[in-house]
C-alpha cells in the first residue's frame, strides 16, 4: 500500500500558476512510476503527466505540454506538478497516482490513488 495524500489546489485566475504535491509513505515510492491525472464535472478522469522512477523519463498529455512540470523528489517521497498558464479548463479535481507505466497514460494501470485536490480556475 502507497498512502498518496495531495495538496495545493485552490482557486486561481485564468493565465496564473499552481504547484501540487504529492507526499507518499511506504518503502517502495522511490520504485514506482508516479503521474497526475484530472477529472472535470461531468468527464472522464484523463492523464496530465507522469515520471518515472528516476525521474530521467516524463510523459505529458498533448494539452498540457509546454505549460506543466512534473517533477520528484525520492528522499521526500514527494511528487510536484508545476502548473502554468492555467486555463479554465484545467478546472479539475487533480489526482496523483502510484506505480503507472510511464508512457501508457492509462488510468486503469495505476496501482494506487490519491483522494484528489480540487483546482479551480477562473476566466
Do not use: H
Not at 478546472?91 to 485536490?117: D, E, F, N
Amino acid at each position: 500500500q502507497v498512502p498518496l495524500v495531495e495538496s495545493g489546489g485552490g482557486l486561481v485566475r485564468a493565465g496564473g500558476s499552481l504547484t501540487l504535491s504529492c507526499s507518499a509513505s511506504g518503502r517502495t515510492f522511490s520504485t514506482y512510476g508516479m503521474g497526475w491525472f484530472r477529472q472535470a464535472p461531468g468527464k472522464e478522469r484523463e492523464f496530465v503527466a507522469a515520471i518515472s522512477w528516476t525521474g530521467g523519463r516524463t510523459n505529458y498529455a498533448d494539452s498540457v505540454k509546454g505549460r506543466f512540470t512534473i517533477s520528484r523528489d525520492n528522499a521526500e517521497n514527494t511528487v510536484l506538478l508545476q502548473m502554468n498558464s492555467l486555463n479554465p479548463e484545467g478546472t479539475a479535481i487533480y489526482y496523483c497516482a502510484a506505480g503507472l507505466p510511464v508512457m501508457s497514460g492509462v488510468s486503469s494501470q495505476v496501482r494506487y490513488w490519491g483522494q484528489g485536490t480540487q483546482v479551480t480556475v477562473s476566466s
